[in-house]
């Protein structure tokens, strides 16, 4: 016998957050649990299925408040039509101001679903984890949809990177993350909002793509010193982050509008 149970996301934080971002996303996942022998022998693994417009992050959410592992998720940078959904008329507030249809587009990756196969159990070891994030990976560049991504792990923190997308005409295409790009800060005392803030506008710099701060952030008001000296902007992110608590992590969500492609930056905490 199949069992399925929705599970929200802890206290709903990415599903707000994407909310604000993507007002229209479908944000929902769900566990089932995989009958792997006879009726006495308790099951070992259930299928987790997601439906979002983003499913590898909403998965990434899902999986990091199961088994409390702090997993970083960043957008591709979507270009292909195809792959983007018009929500202009849905979205904008300010459609009165523009003649008809001359509004400057909002777009959104299109929903689909992915499902993988993961432990039952509530705690799992780092190379469970590890091949749990692969699975979920290979999963989304056969779906043929969105993005392509690689996972590296940093002692205990994963990162979902993204390494390709289409581009406007539809194929495929390396489109590495911005936060590969090196970046310098001076060494100096600052909060969680001025830590990020610097960081943001370092990438934005050196990448020519503006990252702006989401979510989550400014709660904070410790001093934190931190500095950088052309180093990757994911290793002083990682740094600056894992210094605001052991248990919090990131996503880096791309908004495409027809006059500005950005990235947002939030926080999210992990765990109970």
Known sequence: MVTVTA??????????????????????????????????TAPTSEALTVDDPRPVAQAVQALAS?????????DPRYAYEGDLADVTND??????????GKAPKVLVPFAYTLTLSVPTASTIDVQTM?????????????????????IERDGAIFHVIPTGARDRQGNWSQRPSILDVPISLPTEKRDEHATL??????????????????????????????????ENA????TRAVTAFGPKISWVLLYGNQSTD???????????P
């Not at 979205?91 to 008809?100: E, F, K, T």
């Not at 943001?200 to 904070?220: D, F, P, R």
């Not at 994911?234 to 992110?237: A, I, P, T």
């Open 66 to 74: 199961r088994y409390g592992y702090v997993i970083t998720y960043e």
């Open 7 to 40: 599970i929200e996301l802890r206290k709903g934080k990415l599903h707000r957050l994407l909310a604000r971002v993507l007002p229209l996303s479908l944000i929902a996942y769900g566990f089932a649990c995989c009958d792997l022998g006879s009726a006495q």
């Open 91 to 100: 979205v904008r507030r300010d459609l009165g101001r523009y003649a008809s």
């Open 130 to 150: 590890s091949a749990i994030l692969q699975q979920l990976v290979q999963a989304q560049s056969a779906s043929n949809h969105g993005g392509h991504f690689n």
């Open 197 to 230: 803030a610097a960081i943001c506008g370092a990438v934005s710099a050196a990448s020519n793509v503006k990252v702006e701060i989401g979510g989550g952030v400014g709660g904070l008001v410790q001093q934190y010193l931190l500095g950088a000296d052309h």
């Open 234 to 237: 994911r290793s002083v992110l």
């Open 261 to 271: 492609d950005a990235y947002s930056l939030s926080l999210i905490p992990v765990g």
